[in-house]
Structures are given as structure tokens and as C-alpha cells.
């Protein structure tokens, strides 16, 4: 008899457990929305928007979910709203069971400050354009000169790359000139002198070259000895002096 009336508890369990599974379903999507909760995850590091921008964009966007039924709330649907936003990486939307939207934001993150023409933009780390913002400004090396939106991207996004990774560079390179014919002139920020790169084609050799240089000879006679630096030809660095 004891096995007899297990074996119809045993039965019984799994169509007890969708029940209930689907009462709690339909509880919850009646559940309405309480509140919003916006989280930017990097706004350590990084102030490009804020939780009160997104705020608002979710307003103007009319995709408030306050106060509406969680069944009736599509947060894929802000998810894409929100990435709309040119200063937002990701976006993430999710319904917590007391009634709370969370909406998770990461920002994107740039590298390098692009100034062409009437155009300033920043390339982001994964080399595309991302558009400056007046609530905010990020301190990075400085590209100036004949740019294009084509040039930005191919060329000077993997110099941004090691300039990025490379802790000496980071802090040494100031401004990045380039000329109409596409030719690379660097302004340091210490010393006054102008480093000639040349073309951007193999520009890491030519740094590690001027490196080089820096440590075993500027090091020694004075960082203002030379105007001008030149690395345009393969291995070789010619320096000129500085008239007196």
C-alpha cells in the first residue's frame, strides 16, 4: 500500500510543479512595474552619459515600463532602444520578481581624440567613430590634420591600440599630426621637438627606434638639444640641431 501511494505521489509531482510554475507565471506578468533601476557599471572611469540621461532617453523613446504589467514589458525591445545611443556599449534589461526593471549600462570607451576640419570625435577601443559629448571629456592622445573617417579607423586606430598598451607612449605622445600626404608628425609632451614618423606603415619599429634614442642619448645631452627628429627611413634616426 506504502509503494501503491508513492507511486501516485511520484506521478502526481511533475503536474503539480508545471501548475504551479504557470500560476507564478501569470502572478508575475500581472505584477506591475514599481520602479526603474539604472546602473552604470563604469561610471568610475567613465562620465559620458548618466542615469539621468538614460532616463530621459527612455522617456522620450516612450518605453517607460512604470507602472505597466511585467507581461507586457519587452526588454529586448529597450535593450535595442538603448544601444541606439551612440555613448552605450551595452545595455541589459531584466524584471526582478518584486516588480523592479534593472537596467544594467556600459559605456564605450575611447582612445584617441580626433580633431579634423570642423569635425572632433573619438575612436573607441574597438576602432570605431563615437561622438564627443559636452557633459564630458576624455583626456587622450590627440590626432589632428588631413582625417578622414577612413583613415581614422584603419590607420591611426591600431597606433591608438599601442599607444593604449604602451605605458612609456602613452604618457610621452601629445598631439599626432597628420599631413595632406598622409605623413605622421608627432609633438611629445616633453621636450621641444618634432618628431617626423613618416608614414604610419611600421610606425612600432620607428618608436621602439626613437626609444632607443631617448634612452641612450637624450637621456644624456638634454631633451631640447634637437628640434627635429626624423624616423621616416627604415632603421635609421636623423636628428637635427637645434639652432643656437
Not at 582612445?111 to 569635425?119: L, V
Request: contains cysteine; hydrophobic residues 35%; proline residues 4%.
Amino acid at each position: 500500500m506504502k509503494k501503491f501511494f508513492k507511486y501516485i505521489l511520484v506521478s502526481l509531482l511533475p503536474a503539480y510543479l508545471i501548475t504551479s510554475l504557470i500560476l507564478y507565471s501569470s502572478t508575475h506578468d500581472e505584477q506591475r512595474c514599481i520602479r526603474m533601476e539604472i546602473a552604470l557599471l563604469d561610471s568610475t572611469n567613465t562620465h559620458f552619459t548618466s542615469a539621468q540621461e538614460i532616463r530621459k532617453q527612455i522617456l522620450n523613446e516612450s518605453i517607460d515600463p512604470t507602472g505597466k504589467p511585467l507581461g507586457s514589458i519587452n526588454t529586448e525591445k529597450m535593450e535595442k532602444i538603448l544601444k541606439k545611443n551612440q555613448l552605450i556599449a551595452r545595455a541589459e534589461c531584466y524584471k526582478s520578481p518584486s516588480g523592479i526593471i534593472r537596467i544594467d549600462i556600459e559605456q564605450r570607451v575611447p582612445i584617441m581624440r580626433i580633431i579634423s576640419g570642423f569635425e572632433s570625435y573619438y575612436i573607441d577601443e574597438n576602432g570605431d567613430i563615437m561622438p564627443t559629448t559636452s557633459s564630458f571629456t576624455a583626456y587622450l592622445p590627440l590626432a589632428t590634420g588631413y582625417i578622414t573617417h577612413s583613415y581614422a579607423k584603419s590607420q591611426l586606430y591600431p597606433m591608438a591600440v599601442y599607444l593604449k598598451n604602451n605605458p612609456f607612449w602613452d604618457a610621452q605622445i601629445e598631439q599626432i599630426y597628420v599631413t595632406e600626404n598622409n605623413e605622421i608628425e608627432l609633438i611629445p609632451r616633453i621636450g621641444d621637438n618634432l618628431i617626423l614618423l613618416g608614414k604610419i606603415d611600421n610606425f612600432e619599429q620607428k618608436l621602439e627606434n626613437l626609444q632607443c634614442l631617448y634612452e641612450q642619448a637624450l637621456s644624456k645631452v638634454g631633451w631640447n638639444k634637437y628640434d627635429t627628429i626624423n624616423l621616416k627611413y627604415n632603421n635609421q634616426v636623423i636628428c637635427s640641431k637645434r639652432d643656437k
